[in-house]
């Protein structure tokens, strides 16, 4: 098992910066890949980030790739989503989720942008964007 916690969120002007925390507990947080989602009202759940469990491979959604940054602190037992020059469009709650399963390189590739692939989730923080 593993529990999520998400902090962080908030409202902020468009070109501002916010960064969330997801704090894991109840398995080794080293173990496990993360990653961060985001739905919109009326929209789809969509992949943004993620990182495998060792911490040296990241994948980004092509909408976050140069203003977020992904990281985590395994002697934390922490993810970060660092986000910069925010847009009204990144209004949404945003998860962070946890797969435990182990994976080679390419398949965390392959499948981490799928929310099929996390069997643990946070609740949600709410990021609001003004313009």
């Known amino acids: 098992q593993v529990q999520l916690v998400v902090s962080g969120g908030g409202l902020v002007q468009a070109g501002g910066s916010l960064r969330l925390s997801c704090a894991a507990s109840?398995?080794?947080?080293?173990?496990?890949?993360m990653g961060w989602f985001r739905q919109a009202p009326g929209k789809e759940r969509e992949f943004v980030a993620a990182?495998?469990?060792?911490?040296?491979?990241?994948n980004y959604a092509d909408s976050a790739k140069g203003r977020f940054t992904i990281s985590r602190d395994n002697a934390k037992n922490t993810v970060y989503l660092q986000m910069n020059s925010l847009k009204p469009e990144d209004t949404a709650v945003y998860y962070c989720?946890?797969?435990?399963?182990?994976?080679?390189?390419?398949?965390?590739?392959?499948?981490?942008?799928?929310?099929?692939?996390?069997?643990?989730w946070g609740q949600g923080t709410q990021v609001t964007v003004s313009s």
């Open positions: 989720a946890a797969d435990s399963r182990q994976s080679t390189i390419p398949y965390f590739l392959g499948n981490s942008g799928s929310s099929r692939q996390y069997n643990y």
């Open positions: 990182i495998r469990r060792s911490g040296g491979m990241t």
């Open positions: 109840g398995r080794t947080f080293s173990s496990v890949a």
